[in-house]
């Protein structure tokens, strides 16, 4: 375990603009019905080159401890900010994809007060070594992380989307490591599920995630396919690594709006990561390595587990999230999406809170 200290050689960031002003686009000019609309790339791509600052960014990132370890040969980098109460909780944040270890940026100021927050980046993904991993392994990983190389008999894990993911596999192979898990989504319907058995919210929420796979999963079904073919042109072009990471990014709604509670220059040190790490292949490889990996049987543990439902994300019901988890939490937030601890930091802090406080009368 040692210090780590961002720092893009300026020969990246030159070959970054290089590419920018020569972007070569399409001649058509479709709205976000098509993906990412064409005006607003070229708006993002004209910031992106004349008034975004990576440096101003990479500085306020490196307020935070960062450190990278070898763990069982895989190099990790984590944030790893302690406590500043008595006895801090520790607490393990998971992200997902399209976003990084940044997701958490604005949540860790509102949550040192009561936890040791580690952030790791996914294997594949960030400043950790470009190395795809399922998600069964990647939490064997941070098993490893958090016990032999931090020290921390028991913790709390928490994330969403591949996030989820990882704190579900966390809980299956690792429960005696877990105070409990602490969710924003808790996995969807598929082949798998007996839909004579649902209730009405839950048919309902089935019936949102089948229209939802279809109108937006197009990244899913080619990551998880043919992850090398699209690596070439996302390598290779940031305007379309970043007309690939917004369409996610403004699933269900436009650029605009995202930017509105996030923030474009938000927005861009998230898929600058990407880029200066030259990870985009690595990280959309992980949906293959997931997809075609052998898998028993769904099991639910008895690990306690929370679960902070946004409402711009998928319109979950409690009896989902309970078939899925030992449910002794379940909150419809206010408030956020499918970013929560970007869009609504606070709020997911006081969740977590909240969650922590429960875990110590069980």
Partial sequence: MEPFTIAVPEAALDDLRRRLAATRWPDDGAGWEYGTALSYMKDLVDYWLHRYGWRRHEAYLNRFAHFRAEVSGTGVHFIHERGKGPDPVPLLLLHGWPDSFYRYHRAIPFLTGSFDVVVPSIPGHGFSDRKAMTTAETGDLFAELMADVLGYEKFIAAGGDAGTLIAQSLAERHPDALLGIHLTDVGYPDGATDFSALTEPEVAFAEFIQGWWMSEGAFNMVQSTKPQSLAYGLADSPAGLAAWIMSFMASGTTGEEVEARIGRDDLLTNI?????????????????????????????????????HPPRDAPLPREWAGRRVNLVRFTDLPRGGHFTAWEEPELYAENLWAFANELQRL
């Fill in 272 to 308: 600058t990561i990407y880029w200066v790490t030259g990870t985009i292949a690595s990280s959309a490889r992980r949906y293959y390595l997931d997809t075609h990996a052998v898998l028993g049987p769904w099991r639910r543990t008895p690990v306690p587990a929370a679960v902070a």
